[in-house]
């Protein structure tokens, strides 16, 4: 089989065995396509790549100042193109088991503050539909913890309001049910008096969020928006919708929550994932300490 069938059959295993996102595998197939490349210039054969040729291309992303976080996402799909090939019996043993990513160190999230998050509400103009809209979507961004793409393909059959729930589907088709804030849900139901006069296109019928032509709305246009109103708001920090998710996790961390359930919430498989969460904000800290370390009470 030639090298672009093998390419096809691994992107139809991302989707259909591994059940990853559309953006997810064009992705993997991005920083695959970069190997290729250098494959070729070679006359290597997929089949025949052995560790010191991964090495050898590493080191020519390391001399194109490629940063150790994107050499290290493309490590990481390297090995998952080079499993794949053992999986379906192209190749016997994977070159990539001693293959290393660089250290990328911790990168903490970008996080808002309660007041932060409730500047950027306040300059909403909710006596539209589009800003009775906008301030719905972000009020669900924040209560809920969702990825931009949960929130975007929000369904009404996925609204729980009595029991307090939103179902979600997240990564890889996963299904999950979130708590959703009596905040948020009224929010969505004063959008829902506008939406309820909008007649969508076809197949666009059961959408919470839709747009000005009557479809789906995309991430990208969340994103231009609440980059709009972050500045309106005259908050300084680089904002995209996926901050409402960090500030989310954080806040909960910060009062008290179980680090599981934030886990649950959030969708992650591993738990080191959500551990990122655990950067607490050095004076809230102290103030913890203060407040309840017993040597810090003022003697009587």
């Known amino acids: 089989m030639g090298e672009e069938a093998i390419v096809k059959k691994y992107r ?59 050499v290290a ?102 299904q999950r049910l979130v708590p959703i804030s009596e905040t948020a849900v009224q929010k969505i139901k004063n959008w829902l008096t506008y939406r309820s006069r909008i007649a969508v296109g076809k197949g666009n019928e059961d959408f919470v969020f839709v747009s000005s032509r009557k479809t789906a709305l995309s991430r990208i246009t969340i994103f231009h928006f609440i980059k709009q109103y972050a500045a309106e708001a005259g908050i300084q920090k680089k904002i995209s919708p996926h901050v409402f998710r960090h500030s989310f996790a954080t806040h909960l961390l910060e009062r008290g929550a179980n680090i599981r359930v934030i886990q649950e919430m959030l969708g992650h498989e591993k738990i080191t994932t959500t551990e990122i969460y655990t950067h607490i904000d050095r004076n809230f800290l102290r103030q913890e300490i203060i407040e309840h370390h017993p040597r810090n009470k003022k003697p009587r």
């Open 73 to 174: 996402r493309v490590v990481s799909g390297i090995k998952s193109f080079f499993g794949f090939l053992v999986l379906d019996h192209y190749i016997d043993d994977d070159p990539t088991e001693l293959l290393e990513a660089p250290s990328i160190g911790l990168k903490l999230p970008m996080v808002l503050s309660v007041e932060e998050i409730d500047a950027i509400l306040s300059v909403i103009d909710v006596s539209t539909a589009e800003g009775t809209r906008n301030h719905a979507i972000i009020e669900t961004l924040y209560s809920c913890g969702l990825r931009v793409s949960e929130l975007a393909n929000l369904k009404f059959s996925n609204l729980y309001f009595d029991e307090g729930f939103i179902r979600v589907e997240g990564k890889g088709s996963k």
């Open 12 to 70: 139809h295993y991302l989707l259909l065995e591994k059940g990853l996102s559309k953006n997810s595998i064009e992705a993997y197939g991005d920083d695959l396509q970069k190997l290729l490349a250098f494959l070729q210039e070679k006359s290597l054969p997929v089949q025949q790549v052995r560790l010191p040729d991964l090495e050898s291309f590493l080191v020519g992303l390391y001399e194109r100042n490629i940063s150790p976080r994107s």
